[in-house]
């Protein structure tokens, strides 16, 4: 009867277990039976590389280039806006930040990184997007605002929690002795903390550079709700773009059964391309500071 | 010219870490002035009209979405995690295969599990949209979280701990669940918190599973918008940014909510 | 007690429990006899042929004490007979191991009854994160004694054993994390002895604690082996002459002498002996 017992609950653990490669085995088996049609049909080549998305049309044609490009274009510059920033703000909180700041600060990043996209989207659209707007009208004299910067800029502030945090405890986990052996040896605190412990967190920084990345890829309420979304190849910040995500998000809703339902699943499994190879960098990168 | 690098550096890192504090203080800052004012009692009615789009509904509905979900992914995480730390040896190829699983699980993104919500518990089941659709979904979607957290905090008991039951001469779950999951709450808990703030907060993968019915749900089968959602909703209807404002408000609180606990059970977790 | 025997002849596991309990009470303590005892960790010979010249005997009623230099095997022997070495991979032990006329790795052996009957303290006190009493209750309630009268007979009779009693009476329901390093490991014997052992394991039981602690522990080792088998690995030789009977001294995963206690320390055989406890090395 004990022994029994013991046996029993070992499988239910291990049933528990597999549960999660069944979720993912059965998420891709869902896309894929659901999507590949689609890009059977279309054409792989003229699926990913094709700069028409007209699902609508007589004559329908279903490129998701534009998409894959804005997905690109808007990450790049969420990253050129959220990095410099939260890898200062991370050596700040780590060595710089008086005891009562701290106290303030650090709660205020994970109150960032808790706050649900909708509620960045919504801040978005009534504060961001008109401040783009008077910019773009006073460099390019038009634009409504909506658009690839104002997606930028937003997710720049999103990702934010994520490089702070994760940059901090790398930083944070850097020995004591490297830093007090550079002050030993007469360098001055800032330089001590930016020559010496800032390259010795390099792979944990970089780590949650790549993290950032994988949240703006997947990144879609906020995007929609700024990002302006017209399906056409990007040509300008100040112009509006449309990401992956936003594909599925806005016509998802209206797509008929068919072709056109089917590629937007087919978006959904380019998406999770993105995030597959971002996940091997990642792990590539984690593992390489292990290595270390 | 060392000197003006050090103080350039030391420049930068105050100010980009001001700019941190001032966003957010900002982004909070305008949306409580601007959202207060529209916490109107009438936002807090049960019926939902489009006279008085309340988000009360929305609201009961989130506690629904975030009790149900955890009552299927707590139990779930838990047990993966009892049988990764306590039961397999090391490198056994089905415990990296569930890591690199429950790793992948945790970067796919919301709209994914959305998509995938929608083919398999809205149509290949049949649910379609519902919350139990949606529930499921966020299940798997939060499993990661729940996991890790949990497989951290078994970790971290004392392995003599176990020693000492053993040599008590308890049997292996004896040892799990009398010596060493009692011992693992907080960090348990903490994974929970975590995980509630994730169900709060999420929408895209809600909106083709749980759908957007603005009612509370009677039944598991009926469609219901958590408060996110009802956010979304809202905020894409130009005349309801009052009550989006006010929304935004309740979510921050939520939210606020939630981190206060998550730090609350972390102290205690290390004084302890 | 006997009364209480007869009336439970058949039923429950707690009534069996109560049964084992009589029939240990009646029965005498146990020896051990280890006969060509070999443990390998993977590719490593961590144990090699103890008693394999003639069978190694641990008396009962008796404190035998193990000594030698870290990584010498003693701690490793001493899990060998509760078993608790089935718990690390990769570790493979042969020969015989009898305790009374039990071969404890035969495969009908059940490990947990073993351990029951084994009890072990361990170097770094580990009361679990529960009340003193829940503590003192784990092993009783393990074997399924669930009444409440019961619990608290086995509770205060066990804190009594351990000297513990007078200074926790009043906190039985407080957390034992709260307890100093002595109370705690004295709590742990408390534990152990709940479980109603013949025999007591002691790795280093001691080693984590102040002087007055450990001459308190020490105390009661002299006091509970009138009635428990005890063996105490050490690493304080001063602590193997003043408590042990019989003494084994260890080397390189082999025990070089196993003599009386005053033997060993006034005239060994071995030269390794000498050097060692003379304290040329170790």
Redesign the interface.
């Known amino acids: 009867m ?1 022994k029994f ?2 046996v029993f ?2 499988y ?3 049933f ?6 069944l ?2 085995v ?2 891709f088996v ?2 894929f039976a ?1 999507g590949m049609p689609a890009v059977a049909e279309v054409g792989p080549i003229n699926f990913i590389f094709g700069t028409e998305w007209r699902p609508m049309d007589a004559t329908p044609s279903f490129g998701v280039l534009p998409m894959i490009a804005a997905s690109i274009y808007i990450t790049l510059g969420a990253i050129v806006i959220g990095v ?3 890898i ?2 991370a ?3 780590a060595h ?2 008086p005891k009562w700041l701290y106290a303030f ?1 650090k ?6 990184a ?10 978005g ?3 961001i997007v008109p401040f783009v707007r008077e910019i773009s009208l006073a460099l390019t004299g038009g634009g409504s605002g909506s658009s690839m910067l104002a997606a930028m800029i937003l997710l720049g ?1 999103m990702i ?1 929690p994520t490089i ?1 945090n994760i940059s901090e405890s790398a930083i944070r986990a850097v020995p004591e002795s490297y830093y007090e052996g550079s002050l030993a040896l007469g360098a ?1 605190h ?2 001590s903390v ?1 020559s010496v412990v800032l390259p010795a967190a390099k792979s944990g920084i970089f780590a949650s550079v790549i993290l950032g990345v ?1 949240r703006a ?5 906020a995007v929609v ?1 700024v990002a302006g979304n017209q399906a056409r190849m990007p040509e300008s910040i100040f112009r509006g773009a449309r990401a992956l ?1 936003s594909n ?2 806005i016509e ?2 209206y797509a008929e059964a068919g072709l056109h339902r089917d590629s ?2 087919a978006t ?1 499994i380019v ?2 391309v993105f ?2 190879i ?2 091997v960098a ?2 590539i990168v984690t593992r390489k500071s292990r290595g270390t | 010219m ?1 000197k003006i690098i ?2 350039t ?2 420049a ?6 001001a ?3 001032l ?3 900002f ?2 800052a ?2 409580v002035i ?1 959202g207060v004012p529209h916490l109107d009692a009438r936002l807090f009615e049960f019926a939902f009209t489009t006279e008085n789009v309340s988000m009360m509904p929305a609201l009961v509905s989130t506690i629904f979405m975030v009790v149900l979900t955890l009552l299927i992914a707590l ?2 995480g838990i ?2 995690s ?3 730390v306590e ?1 397999v040896k090391k490198g056994n190829k ?1 415990v990296m ?2 890591r690199s ?5 945790a ?10 919500g ?3 518990f809205g149509q ?1 089941f049949g649910f379609g949209w519902s919350l139990i659709a949606g529930v499921l979904t966020l299940g ?1 979607m939060i ?2 979280v729940i ?1 890790r957290t949990t497989e951290e905090a078994l970790k971290s008991v004392s392995d003599g701990y176990r020693e000492g039951g053993y040599a008590l001469g308890a ?3 004896r040892v799990v669940f009398r010596i060493v999951l009692p011992s693992a709450v907080p960090g348990i808990l903490a994974g929970v918190i975590l995980a509630i ?1 994730r169900i ?5 993968a809600l ?2 599973t749980a759908g957007t019915m603005p009612q509370i749900p009677e039944t598991l089968g009926h469609s219901a918008r958590t408060l ?2 009802h ?2 909703v809202l ?2 209807e130009a005349h309801h ?1 009052g009550e ?2 006010a929304t ?1 408000v309740v ?2 609180l939520l ?2 909510v ?2 206060t606990a ?2 609350v059970v972390a102290k205690f977790f290390i004084t302890k | 007690m006997r009364q209480k025997c007869e009336k439970s002849k058949k039923g429950t596991r707690a009534t069996n429990f109560i049964r084992n309990l009589c029939v240990q009470r009646m029965a005498k303590t146990v020896n051990i006899s280890i006969n060509n005892c070999n443990l390998y960790y993977g590719d490593f010979h961590a144990l090699k042929g103890i008693g394999n010249d003639m069978p190694m005997e641990i008396g009962a009623n008796k404190v035998t004490a193990f000594i030698g230099p870290s990584g010498c095997g003693k701690s490793t022997f001493i899990r060998v007979f509760n078993r608790m070495n089935d718990l690390i991979q990769n570790c493979k032990i042969t020969g015989e191991i009898k305790i009374g006329e039990q071969d404890i790795y035969d495969k009908n052996t059940d490990v947990t009854l073993l351990r029951k009957n084994v009890g072990m303290v361990f170097q770094k006190p580990n009361p679990f994160p529960m009340s003193i009493y829940d503590n003192i209750a784990f092993a009783p309630r393990t074997y399924g004694v669930k009444k409440k009268a019961r619990l608290d007979e086995i509770v205060e009779r066990s804190l009594k054993q351990a000297a513990l009693w007078d200074e926790v009476r009043d906190r039985l329901k407080k957390s034992a994390l709260g307890l100093s390093g002595g109370q705690q490991q004295r709590l742990c014997i408390a534990r152990t002895l709940a479980a109603e052992p013949k025999i007591i394991l002691m790795d280093e039981p001691t080693s984590a604690l102040d002087p007055i602690s450990t001459g308190t522990i020490e105390d009661l080792i002299r006091e509970l082996k009138k009635t428990y088998t005890i063996v105490i690995v050490t690493h304080n030789m001063q602590q193997a002459t003043r408590i042990s009977d019989k003494t084994a001294f260890f080397l390189m995963g082999e025990v070089v002498e196993y003599d009386k206690t005053r033997q060993i320390f006034s005239n060994p055989k071995d030269k390794r002996t000498e050097n060692y406890v003379t304290g040329r090395f170790g």
Do not use: Q
Request: aromatic share 14%; net charge negative; proline share 4%.
């Open positions: 004990h017992r013991e609950f070992e239910v653990f291990m528990s277990a597999g549960i999660s490669i979720a993912l059965m998420i869902f896309l659901n410099p920033v939260g200062f703000t050596v700040f909180l710089m930040c600060l709660p205020t990043v994970n109150l960032l808790g706050i649900p996209s909708v509620v960045y989207g919504f801040f659209i009534v504060i502030i934010l702070v001055s800032t330089r930016f994988g890829v997947g990144e879609t309420m709700m995500t599925i998000v998802m809703s937007l699943i959904g998406l999770l995030i597959f971002i996940n990642f792990t | 060392r050090d103080t550096l030391f930068l890192t105050w100010i980009f870490a700019i941190t504090l966003v957010l203080l982004i909070v305008h949306i601007n139990p779930l047990f993966t009892i049988y990764l039961y089905f295969l569930i699983a429950t790793e992948m699980l970067g796919i993104p919301s709209i994914v599990y959305g998509l995938f929608m083919l398999m290949f798997i499993l990661p996991i049997g292996k779950l703030g709060i907060g999420e929408s895209a909106i083709f996110s959602v956010m979304w905020s894409s940014t989006a404002y935004a979510l921050l939210i606020l939630v981190n998550a730090a």
